[in-house]
């Protein structure tokens, strides 16, 4: 999680660009294509038909663009939504509610929601307890490079837990996570005794 340098907003997830201002989170100067298009001036030529159809094609990239925004804000806010209900945020706590919001966002591909769910059906919180489940969201998280998903994997392989016991297959699934820097996987690797 991080603000946007230009206009303050948060921006959750990995994002390149702002999806409220459309600025280069990095820092550069650099707009979203988007924002390029829209304020790259038009030559004229001709009788104002390439006006016309750049002004229609600035349009269409714009719509298309909302529309992406739209189901990024849409997810990140029900998986939000969900953990304000799963850790009593701001309203009182309810895992029912906050697994209804996490599948929402789940269904729309939000890897984070993804592990989060599968939080819920390995600990039985709002959901009966379901261990297959639970590495059903891990691997979906897991495959979208989520690193505490990745973590959580090996340990289900490393014990058994919704899985056949596979060390092998902990460990890869630990190695993934400790590539991005998650020391509770490093521990259990080293725990495993393979580097």
């Not at 907003?9 to 820092?27: N, S, T, W």
Request: net charge positive.
């Amino acid at each position: 999680m991080s603000n946007c340098k230009f206009c303050g907003a948060e921006v959750i997830g990995e994002h390149r660009f702002c999806p409220q201002c459309g600025k280069a989170l990095d820092g550069s100067k650099k707009d979203t294509p988007v924002a390029q298009a829209a304020t790259t001036p038009q030559k004229k030529k001709g009788k104002g038909k390439k006006i016309v159809i750049g002004i229609v094609g600035v349009c269409l990239v714009l719509a298309i663009a909302f529309c992406t925004v739209l189901v990024i804000t849409r997810g990140e806010r029900e998986r939000n939504r969900g953990l304000d209900y799963y850790l009593g945020a701001y309203v009182e706590q309810d895992y029912t509610k906050a697994v209804e919001h996490l599948q929402k966002a789940a269904n729309l591909g939000d890897a984070a929601a993804q592990y989060c769910l599968g939080l819920c059906y390995n600990n039985g919180q709002g959901v009966a307890q379901d261990y297959t489940k639970a590495v059903e969201y891990y691997q979906k998280a897991a495959d979208q490079g989520y690193a505490a998903a990745q973590y959580s994997l090996g340990l289900c392989y490393e014990y058994g837990c919704g899985v056949e016991k596979d060390l092998t297959k902990a460990a890869e699934y630990y190695r993934k996570a400790v590539d991005q820097g998650n020391s509770d996987a490093k521990e259990a690797l080293e725990k495993l005794g393979t580097k």
